[in-house]
Every structure is written in structure tokens, then in C-alpha cells.
């Protein structure tokens, strides 16, 4: 069965540098998304990605943030100068096109970020 | 604010109870979805609703969207070990579109053998 993969699963990084987290969607979706979620927390919505464009993003998504879609398979968020706070687990989740079918997300394993 | 109240926040049942969980919000719901999530893995995906008092069902878990569509109820009837982790409804409150997801907080659920 298809599924959304991310790597890596875990990534401990300094305060100030940069991460990279790359998803593999679902291959025939068309629509993806970054959500994360805080220890303890709620999954919270960072941004969502559709026809090499931005979507919407939330609040959280500053300018220390990006996506890409560097190639037709891979979805990446980066974190250009990572905080104590943005210490969390981030999902990536994709959902297809289908006609009249809603929105049904399907999400990754997640990346745990800790940033020391 | 756009928010979904989830409750119980947790469950403790013993093996073979059934078990209701609510997930409430004050706008209506173009979608709502349920996930299961086990500790700090990712979200499966369980079931989605979409018109006022559909219901679905998947093995012994059953979903129900009120005809007001602003709140969902999962049953799960006689509870096993392997249905224990955090229930998750999200909701997509936006008409049209492949939109963001609003999460409630979880109800964690531990079934005893």
C-alpha cells in the first residue's frame, strides 16, 4: 500500500543552523502539506503546497521556513536558522485530486527535531 | 477561533468495552477526519466524514457526523489491547479546496486485558 515516507526520523541539530526535512509523497498526490506538533501539543498546520506553489501557511511559517519540491518526488521543508522552540515532531501528509472527494490527508512517520 | 473540543481527554476501558469519543466544534465542518496515533509515531488515517448524519464503519470502529455537521462521535465496540493510542478528529472548515486541517488535542485511550 502507498505510503508517505520521511527522513530522516530523527534529527538533533544547534541552535542557529540549518535542517533540511525531506518527505517522499504519495506518488500520485498533487497536494502536500507540513504540519508539526509539540510535545504534548496538538498537531498544528505549518503550510500546505500545490502546483510548485504555496498553498496557505500559518502563522507559524515565518521567513525562517521554505518548502520545495526540488524534483517530481521529493517535498523538503527547511529551517534556515533553527530556535530552541522549534524543537517538535514535523509531518509531512499529501492528498490526491480525486473529483469530489475531500481532503483525505495521509501523513507520514514524522521527523522528531531537536534543536539544542 | 477555529478550534475542535475533544473528549474524554483520556480513556481507560477494559478489554471488551465499548467506548465513545467526542469531537466538537462551533463552525461547521466541511470534513472531519479521525486518525490514530500511537506515542510519537505518525497519524493513521481512519475514517472521513462529509454529509450531516453519515456514518461509516471499519471493523468494530464507527464514525458518525451530526446532521449539523459540528460534531463527530468514534465508537469502538468491544475494545481490544491493539485499540489502545491517541484518537485524533480533524476538521477541514473551509468550502472547497484541498485546505489545512484543524486538530482537536487527542483522547488517549488504554484498553486492560
Known amino acids: 500500500e502507498p505510503e508517505v515516507t520521511q527522513t530522516p526520523s530523527h534529527q538533533v541539530t544547534q541552535m542557529g543552523q540549518e535542517v533540511i526535512l525531506r518527505c517522499v509523497p504519495i506518488?500520485?498526490?498533487?497536494?502536500f502539506y507540513w504540519y508539526r506538533q509539540i510535545l504534548g501539543q496538538k498537531v498544528e498546520f505549518l503550510v500546505s503546497f500545490y502546483n510548485n506553489e504555496i498553498s496557505e501557511k500559518s502563522e507559524i511559517f515565518d521567513d525562517q521556513f521554505s518548502v520545495e519540491r526540488p524534483d517530481g518526488s521529493n517535498f523538503t521543508l527547511k529551517i534556515r536558522s533553527t530556535k530552541l522552540e522549534d524543537s517538535a515532531m514535523y509531518f509531512c501528509?499529501?492528498?490526491?485530486?480525486?473529483?469530489?472527494?475531500?481532503?483525505?490527508?495521509?501523513f507520514g512517520p514524522g521527523t522528531r527535531l531537536t534543536v539544542l | 477561533s477555529q478550534e475542535l473540543e475533544q473528549s474524554p481527554q483520556s480513556l481507560i476501558v477494559q478489554e471488551g468495552k465499548n467506548l465513545t469519543i467526542n469531537c466538537t466544534s462551533s463552525?461547521?465542518?466541511?470534513?472531519l477526519y479521525w486518525y490514530k496515533q500511537k506515542y510519537g509515531e505518525g497519524l493513521i488515517f481512519l475514517m472521513m466524514l462529509q454529509k450531516g448524519g453519515e456514518e461509516k464503519s471499519h471493523e468494530k470502529i464507527t464514525a458518525k457526523l451530526d446532521e449539523k455537521k459540528q460534531q463527530s462521535s468514534l465508537h469502538i465496540t468491544a475494545s481490544q489491547p491493539s485499540h489502545a493510542g491517541i484518537y485524533l478528529c480533524g476538521a477541514d472548515m473551509t468550502s472547497g479546496g484541498y485546505n489545512k486541517l484543524i486538530f482537536g488535542a487527542g483522547t488517549r485511550l488504554a484498553v486492560h486485558p
Open positions: 463552525k461547521t465542518l466541511y470534513g
Open positions: 506518488s500520485n498526490h498533487l497536494y
Open positions: 501528509a499529501s492528498s490526491d485530486s480525486s473529483t469530489g472527494g475531500r481532503n483525505t490527508q495521509y
